[in-house]
């Protein structure tokens, strides 16, 4: 959300053609997101890595599903669909940079099999930079006197 509440009318009435440009320059649409999204996570519960922490925080997947499909629609084409926070649901895990790079793997996998060669390079470096950004915070919450002194 913009820190500018005034600049929201703008990016209101701009998003629908940016999200068209998107799709028609990446082959994107919310038909191939969902696929992306429901093949990426089936992989994610059956990997020994990266299933049991899933596990651990989802017990009922299909909501989780459709809200993973809204954030990649916001993400990847600027839909604005997702309405939330992703750094505080990862709040707390237990997770390393060895269960980013599973996961950035696993996604880079799927989205080679799901997505055109653009869609799959423009769905990748958003997974990318999330993924940083996600393992930076995380690693940050673990040690507040070590960030508070720098």
Not at 107 to 117: D, H, I, K
Request: with cysteine; aromatic share 8%.
């Amino acid at each position: 959300m913009p820190r500018n509440p005034a600049i929201l009318p703008s990016i209101r009435s701009t998003r629908p053609a940016l999200t068209a440009g998107i799709m028609e320059e990446t082959g994107l649409d919310e038909v191939r997101l969902a696929a992306l999204v429901q093949r990426f996570y089936a992989k994610v519960r059956a990997d020994p890595m990266l299933g049991p922490v899933f596990a651990e925080r989802i017990s009922d997947w299909e909501p989780h599903l459709a809200r993973m499909v809204d954030f990649w629609s916001s993400v990847a084409m600027m839909t604005g669909r997702y309405h939330g926070s992703p750094v505080v649901r990862h709040a707390g895990l237990p997770v390393t940079w060895q269960h980013f790079e599973r996961w950035l793997e696993l996604f880079r996998e799927t989205a080679a099999e799901t997505c055109t060669p653009a869609g799959a390079a423009h769905v990748v470096e958003r997974a990318e930079r999330i993924a940083r950004s996600l393992h930076i915070t995380i690693k940050n919450a673990e040690h507040p006197a070590r960030n508070a002194a720098s």
